[in-house]
């Protein structure tokens, strides 16, 4: 059977806003909002990337006015956080593994669906990191928590290196999902490591 490219990216994106619905949600639960705000943070912060993408691009209907099952998508995955979060031992630390995952799944599809929409590769790369981070800006502004792309540890730099190897991967033509699978796991170790080790990028900003 031929592989199937254009569901593999459309999975990924289903993903995608799965996992940012949740990362949303589980604020939500820190803000101990009722399931209605759950559903709409989840809401937001899932499909929040992906609308400021089509918006640029001209894409319009954006996605999920075109499929609403990406909205019907983000709604499930709000409620049943809603039931799982008071069980969770840390929200703080399932959200940020949440965002970390839903970073490096969104800036590849980001990049794809821009390239899809015949992008120069430059425009492709941006959007693949707009994607990724601007659901997560729109959960902290809503919910008025710190911004976590002010974060110290690397952040935007993951989605851009993750967009890179998905873009660079496509260019030179790899096996069928070697550049959706390269580019995710690039910009998610890349986030782990920064989480797990704090690491940063040099700063003249920063006091140490």
Do not use: Q
């Amino acid at each position: 059977m031929a592989f199937d490219f254009t569901a593999a990216v459309n999975l990924m994106g289903l993903a995608a806003v799965a996992v940012f619905s949740v990362s949303g949600a589980l604020d939500a639960a820190r803000h101990k909002m009722d399931i209605l705000g759950f559903m709409l943070i989840g809401t937001a912060t899932g499909i929040g990337g992906g609308t400021l993408r089509d918006v640029l691009l001209g894409k319009m209907p954006v996605f999920w006015i075109r499929e609403p099952v990406w909205i019907v998508v983000c709604l499930v995955a709000a409620a049943l956080t809603y039931f799982i979060a008071p069980r969770l031992a840390s929200l703080t630390r399932a959200l940020v593994w949440m965002d970390a995952v839903g970073l490096a799944l969104f800036a590849v599809v980001g990049t794809e669906v821009a390239l899809n929409f015949e992008a120069p590769a430059l425009i492709a790369v941006c959007m693949g990191v707009m994607t990724a981070t601007f659901g997560g800006i729109a959960r902290d502004v809503l919910c008025g928590s710190n911004l976590t792309l002010m974060n110290e540890e690397l952040y935007i730099t993951t989605a851009l290196a993750g967009a890179c190897t998905y873009l660079l991967l496509n260019t030179v033509n790899a096996p069928a999902n070697y550049d959706l699978i390269g580019g995710f796991l690039v910009a998610f170790v890349l986030r782990a490591l920064a989480i797990k080790y704090n690491i940063k990028l040099p700063n003249a900003y920063r006091k140490e």
